[in-house]
């Protein structure tokens, strides 16, 4: 009988640009790796970029008007759609394969999350109501030995000159015979 179960790893980054190079321990009886997801857990706020202020034009009459940055009247519908935080790389790698099995961009979180939600009119979708989604990456990969190397590469820092603080959680699902 085939179980399912996952392993948790956590990286603490701390430092602008850090690399950290990590092990993950796999059962004896694993028959093979079935998915892979991460999480980013905060431990200073996010750095908030810079705003851009308004800008002053002369009309025509003299009078001054303030154009502020995202004010483009010659277009007529803007698209509400935010681009992710991208935080960081993730690789993993199994001992007994050549290659990388698994390769991602790690973002904080979906931005884009209540887009289309009416209900955000009178309730907001936020990480402490509502949670940011993680999806398992599925994946089938048998005859995997017991133990993975990995790497995660620190972006966010690295953008902001800035040392942050964050963790980052990987979670490998398999499966095992009982």
């Known amino acids: 009988m085939m179980k399912e179960s996952v ?39 996010w750095p908030v ?6 800008r002053e034009v002369v009309n025509p009459d003299g009078t001054i008007s303030l154009i502020l940055p995202d004010d ?3 277009v007529a519908i803007k698209s509400k759609f935010k ?15 050549m290659n990388w099995f698994y390769a991602a961009d790690v973002y904080a979180n979906d931005e884009n999350l209540n887009l289309c939600d009416v209900s955000d009119l009178h309730f907001r979708v936020k ?11 599925v994946m089938i990969i048998p005859g995997i030995s017991t133990l993975i190397q990995g790497w995660y590469l620190d972006a966010l820092g690295k953008k902001y000159n800035q040392n942050l603080r964050y963790e980052v959680g990987i979670y490998v699902w398999i499966t095992t015979e009982e």
């Open 7 to 45: 392993i948790v790893t956590k990286l603490s980054i701390k430092l602008e640009g850090e690399r950290k190079h990590f092990q993950v321990k796999l059962p004896s009886d694993i028959k093979s790796i079935i998915g892979i997801e991460y999480s980013i857990r905060l431990a200073d706020m």
């Open 83 to 97: 681009a992710n935080q991208f935080v960081g790389e993730l690789r993993l790698q199994s001992y007994d394969q």
């Open 72 to 74: 483009d009247s010659s």
């Open 49 to 54: 970029p810079p705003v851009e202020p308004p």
């Open 127 to 137: 990480e402490y109501s509502h949670g940011i989604p993680r999806y398992e990456e």
